[in-house]
């Protein structure tokens, strides 16, 4: 199996150019654990990724789904890092205000 792994991970980097990696300044980590999923958690996850595609913020900054993160009467949540920011009943604008802000 370890072999397996090696030889993909190889040819990956093989095909992928060295400009195509990068650190992005921020990573918004969007909830999308069932609670969450179903107050909005999964709808911000997608208008996060389009927005970030469209205005190819993609070197800036990173959207990623999570798993649940303990904070569902709370949710949808937002976590900004590297600030270690934690947001709570995020809407629509809230996600896209974050977004605005870490893209600078």
């Known amino acids: ?5 090696k030889t993909l991970s190889h040819s990956y980097l093989r095909r992928v150019s060295k400009e195509s990696y ?3 300044d921020c990573i918004l980590y969007v909830c999308c654990g069932s609670k969450c999923k179903k107050r909005g958690g999964k709808h ?8 970030v595609k469209e205005q190819r913020l993609r070197r800036k900054v990173q959207i990623i ?8 009467k709370r949710g949808p ?13 995020v809407t629509d604008e809230k996600a896209m205000s974050l977004l605005e802000e870490n893209a600078r």
């Open 65 to 72: 789904k999570t798993g649940c993160t303990d904070h569902c």
């Open 22 to 24: 990068y650190t992005p």
């Open 44 to 51: 911000l996850y997608k208008q996060l990724k389009s927005a």
């Open 77 to 89: 949540v937002v976590t900004v890092m590297p600030k270690n920011e934690w947001n709570f009943d």
């Open 1 to 5: 199996m370890q072999n397996l792994e």
